[in-house]
């Protein structure tokens, strides 16, 4: 069992005595501010909802520890406007909010963090903060323009509210080359309920006489805006941040890095071989050296950054480190516009073969598309975008993938630029060979409440590769002795359910199993394993899954309700509900399948009663000929019990009292419909 | 499918008043309540009111609509297949499938277009009430007189300015004196070639100063009703944009648009429904009734409904605390007067209102059956600039977008 040994937590004895099964779980929107240096403290506000009775923070990493700050007394008596004055544009999932101190040690690593609440019954999603390397300054209320004159470097820190728009002064030498860099989406990178679905920032810097020297709203593809500036004159310049469309809210948290600092803006070559030297040419700002070299140990993409003037940490750019055995691999760079490249690829033997080209996932502004023609001349494909799932932050897909079975002959392969984009950092590597056919597999939720002698339910989701068709089997190491695993059959399927069940003694407590999926292609055994995720829905419609560090089962109390399976026969299943003395609430029983086609109508089980039956069937296609190509297929399903909880006061306790909600599951098992 | 016969007397009416509810009305708030698919569909509206056609339920405030159900027929099948505010506008504006070569106009300037020749009147033949700003309400490839003419102004105010028309602090002497001053200084007219499209320009000058001095813009005076009336319409925008929409039709205008916007509610739908529900019952209600009074009702048609419907069942959880999402595959709209017959119900949803189980309605049935009552045939054409004669309304007809028009409540 991985132990919590990477994560620091505040208060875990209390995370661990206060579990209780089915209490209400918060959300959380907003870290203010998002970010400090590290050596410093600083006062944080975490705003959500429902995170009133949060009795700690989990921060990932190492070398901050977290204070929870008492609420204020009036914060206390209810910060949320009364009913009849919310309005369209109030957001009561922003409206409560908790404070903590932030200490952050000298030697803490610089970077992002997970941040989460711990609260009675669990621990709410995670935000990021970031462990910074310059000195902070805060946003001075609504006024103008900051007090004092900030001395560089510096990081700004601010949240623009509607119609906001922040300003700053700082001062600054002759002859400087500053660059101002913008982390406002990379802080919040999905906002639910906001079109476009994130904080869309716009950068201006003003001369000492106010005049408007430099803007930005983009900085290549990337929502947060960065300004590079040679200082002309000494004296004191202003930068204004506003969202591009005068938006604002609680969570539109920004921080702004200024100063001579080190920035690379592309690196020559993006990628080499894993095990051997590559030389790299780095461009971009205040960086000591251009020259650098790399030697990968292992194939795969790595973060490279350059250490400026004061030991100041450049960002990240990527490197793609290939298998020196695998595939042929080119590396070329768009010198000028409608540039056209074209390879010529040999096939030997008829079979399934794969061309990737590898640019914008590194970090290189290209848009590839990527075209392959026969021997006569004729088009075998023509791709321009690959969705790539597990490039999470992407909303646009520009790389193109192929896999496409060939016979033996000479075939041609072309790659332009679909923008007419061109310059130092248009490089793109594309790859050509024989398909490896893999997968990769996704946990959702990542955190899963198994109750004493009850079930916790989660998806395994799988992506499959370059056609990859082989069986994938689920495994689910470091649990303890007496927990059982059901489920982990994905049939035909890109998806499938597991059940942990915990023993009846299970004592509360967290832990940290590994999910791995094992499979067999032509070269033997792979194994892969499964990344934890949560969703963040972006502008009322597309979900993200975000992938978070730790794959976390809270072993809880035992509930006052279990729900078995009695028995399965021809689509009827018959449930028991197990209750215990005086929990006699009705129970909606459910049933939810891997294949969102294979449903059940839901049964209210009355008040004391404890049996049910569903009755599953599957929606097939209105059109007749596609519903009888339907066939029978092995689909992974569960049965669970909700007592719903309720939002009305409870007599003698507060005004935000509520009563519990119970969610009780039945272990997975399999049905041929 | 069998496409209902067009017969040029089939024209019933004049006028098409469509009261927009822009950003997608609840089918299970409104018009096709669900009481028995629980609190989790239902929130607080549980108590549906039976109407006054036996055995016709529609939403517990909209009482006043309840008590006319004899005069309206509701329309529980409607569905355009589309979660998106865009694709939703340009569907059930236009009747087209969205994802083809050509973007047709909206259905208003589809009739203005179509019924130019039987429309003299100085008042524009498709007035928006107060704006016609939801993308795709557009003339298109269409003259461009047929496009919407933008009321602005806020009908709830002691003037209701219409842009470009009435303005309350100038006087008309004033007026006067400055188109003459425009037309002295102003010597781009004698000048230029004299094209077709410069004798427009000139004509339609002519046509709004008669609008702005004459007697027409008196169309637009809601203000000289009495207050009695102004009440009974709802002393809010809304209300008095259907009180402005009945003098237009009274007045002669042949298409009116009122956007009643602020139905997006994604997050605390509850909180805004009731206000809303309230406007839309006194709005509507007084409409049909004053229609009715007139004796205009026979010759108006009146549509009511939005985009798309909403999720039947409650996003409770954070952020949206109650709300309700997208809905295309199942809403509802209500259509009276002009020929259609009141007391009916077409369609049917399932138990919880988020599946058509009975008789599907695609927008193209609706503009179809509108057109026909307005004495235009659906499967005729009209003239694109480029590609010359081409179907006017192209996805009615079609297996998947179109079901046949509303002929359960037409003569």
Request: aromatic share 8%.
């Amino acid at each position: 069992m991985r132990t919590l040994k990477n994560i620091a937590v505040a208060a875990v004895f209390l995370l661990v005595c206060s579990l209780q099964a089915g209490a209400q779980k918060g959300n959380i929107g907003f870290i203010y501010p998002a970010g400090a240096q590290r050596g410093t403290s600083v006062e944080v506000v975490v705003g959500g909802q429902g995170i009133m009775k949060a009795t700690g923070v989990m921060i990932s990493g190492e070398g901050v520890s977290v204070q929870l700050l008492p609420q204020p007394a009036a914060a206390k008596k209810g910060k949320r406007k009364k009913k009849k004055d919310i309005g369209e544009e109030d957001n009561l999932q922003l409206a409560d909010q908790v404070r903590a101190v932030f200490t952050i040690s000298e030697d803490a690593p610089i970077g992002m963090r997970d941040v989460r609440l711990i609260l009675p019954g669990g621990v709410t999603n995670r935000l990021y903060f970031e462990i910074g390397q310059l000195p902070d300054v805060v946003e001075n209320g609504k006024a103008a323009v900051s007090a004092s004159s900030a001395t560089l470097p510096v990081t700004f820190n601010g949240q623009i509210m509607r119609s906001d728009v922040d300003r700053f002064r700082f001062t600054a030498r002759k002859g400087q080359n500053l660059v101002l860099q913008v982390k406002a989406r990379v802080m919040v990178p999905y906002i639910a309920d906001a079109v476009p679905g994130w904080f869309q920032p716009v950068i201006r810097l003003y001369d000492p006489q106010g005049r408007e020297v430099a803007c930005n709203d983009d900085y290549t593809f990337h929502v947060d805006p960065v300004l590079f500036y040679n200082v002309p004159e000494s004296g004191e310049y202003d930068v204004e941040i506003n969202d591009a469309l005068y938006r604002g809210r609680e969570d539109f948290v920004y921080r702004i890095d200024v100063g001579e600092l080190p920035f690379i803006t592309s690196i020559s070559p993006i990628g080499g071989y894993a095990g051997r030297k590559t030389k790299v040419t780095l461009h971009g700002y205040n960086l000591r050296s251009n020259r650098l070299t790399l030697k990968p140990s292992k194939p795969g993409r790595i973060a490279v950054s350059a250490v400026g003037r004061d030991g100041i940490v450049s960002n990240s750019v990527w490197f793609q480190a290939d298998d020196c055995n695998a595939d042929e691999v080119f590396e070329n760079r768009f010198e000028y516009p409608l540039q056209t490249f074209w390879y010529e690829f040999g096939v030997a033997e008829t079979g399934l073969y794969h061309f990737s080209v590898l640019a914008r996932r590194l970090g290189a502004p290209t848009d590839a598309r990527l075209t392959i023609y026969d021997q006569n001349d004729r088009v075998i494909k023509d791709e321009r975008d690959t969705e790539d799932g597990e490039d999470y932050m992407a909303t646009h897909f520009a790389d193109p993938e192929v896999t496409v079975k060939l016979k033996r002959g000479t075939y041609r392969v072309r790659v332009v630029e679909e923008q007419a984009g061109y310059g130092e950092a248009y490089s793109f590597r594309l790859s050509m060979g024989r398909a490896q056919p893999d997968f990769s597999l996704s946990i959702e939720p990542s955190i899963v409440n198994v109750p004493a002698g009850g079930t916790g339910v989660f998806n395994v989701l799988l992506v499959r590769k370059q056609k990859f068709k082989g069986d994938v089997e689920v495994g689910i190491q470091g649990l303890p002795d007496g927990y059982m695993v059901n489920g982990g059959n994905f049939a035909k399927g890109k998806k499938t359910l597991v059940s942990v069940t915990a023993p009846a003694d299970a004592k509360p407590c967290v832990l940290n199993p590994v999910v791995t999926g094992r499979a067999e292609n032509d070269d033997g055994e792979i194994v892969r394993r499964a990344v934890p995720v949560e969703s963040m829905m972006q502008a009322f419609y597309y979900t993200h899954l975000m992938p978070m560090e730790e794959f976390r089962m809270e072993v809880v109390p035992e509930q006052p309700l279990k729900v078995s399976v009695v028995s399965v026969d021809d689509n009827v299943i018959k449930v028991h509900l197990e209750r215990k003395p005086g929990f006699n609430s009705p129970v909606t029983v459910m049933l939810k399948s891997s294949v969102s086609q294979v449903k059940a109508e839901a049964v209210v089980v009355p008040e004391g009663e404890c049996d049910a039956v569903l009755e599953v069937y599957r929606k097939l296609p209105k059109d007749p000929k596609k519903a009888a190509k339907v066939k029978r297929t092995t689909v992974s399903m569960y049965v669970y019990g909700v007592v719903k909880g309720s939002s009305k006061k409870i007599k003698g306790k507060g005004r935000n009292a509520y009563s519990a909600s119970v969610t009780a599951c039945a272990p997975v098992f399999e049905m041929e419909i | 499918m069998l496409l209902m016969l067009w017969t040029a007397d089939a024209q019933k009416a004049r006028s098409v008043v469509y009261i927009y509810l822009d950003g997608g009305s609840s089918q299970t708030d409104t018009f096709d309540p669900k009481p028995e698919a629980g609190n989790s569909y239902t929130g607080k509206y549980t108590r549906p009111i039976e109407t006054s056609v036996p055995g016709v339920y529609v939403g517990q405030r909209l009482v006043k609509l309840a008590a006319l159900a004899d005069r309206y027929s509701i329309v529980r099948g409607m569905c355009d297949g589309t979660n998106a505010h865009e694709t939703g506008h340009y569907r059930m504006l236009t009747g087209d499938m969205t994802g083809q070569d050509i973007v047709y106009p909206s259905y208003g300037a589809m009739i203005a277009c179509k019924k130019e020749k039987d429309y003299d009147n100085p008042i524009f033949p498709y007035i928006c009430i107060t704006e016609a700003s939801t993308r795709f309400n557009e003339a298109g490839f269409l003259n461009v007189m047929f496009k919407p003419y933008d009321t602005g102004g806020k009908p709830d105010d002691r003037h209701f300015d219409v842009s470009g028309i009435v303005n309350h602090e100038i006087p008309d002497e004033l007026l006067e004196d400055r188109l003459d001053l425009l037309a002295t200084v102003s010597s781009l007219g004698r000048r230029v070639e004299h094209t077709p499209q410069v004798k427009l320009a000139g004509q339609l000058r002519v046509k709004s100063r008669d609008l702005m001095l004459g007697e027409a813009r008196k169309a637009f005076d809601i203000a000289s009703e009495p207050d009695s009336v102004r009440n009974a319409y709802g002393r809010n925008n809304f209300g008095q944009s259907c009180l402005a929409a009945r003098k237009l039709v009274e007045n002669g205008v042949m298409v009116v648009m009122v956007r009643f916007r602020g139905w997006d509610t994604h997050k605390e739908h509850f909180k805004r429904m009731d206000n809303r529900l309230d406007e839309l019952d006194a709005g509507v209600s007084s409409l049909i009734l004053d229609l009715e009074k007139e004796g205009l009702l026979d010759s108006t048609v009146i549509v009511v409904g939005g985009e798309f419907g909403r999720t039947p069942k409650i996003e409770f959880g954070p952020p949206w605390n109650g709300g309700r999402g997208h809905y295309g595959a199942a809403f509802s709209y209500i259509v009276a007067g002009g020929g259609f017959k009141g007391g009916c119900v077409v369609g049917k949803t399932d138990a919880r209102g988020e599946k058509v189980i009975e008789r599907e309605v695609y927008p193209a049935d609706l503009w179809a059956s509108v057109y026909t009552l307005m004495g235009i045939d659906p499967l005729g054409t009209v003239t694109h600039p480029v590609l010359g004669e081409i179907p006017m309304l192209p996805s009615y007809g079609k297996q998947g977008q179109s079901n046949g028009m509303l002929k359960e409540i037409m003569p």
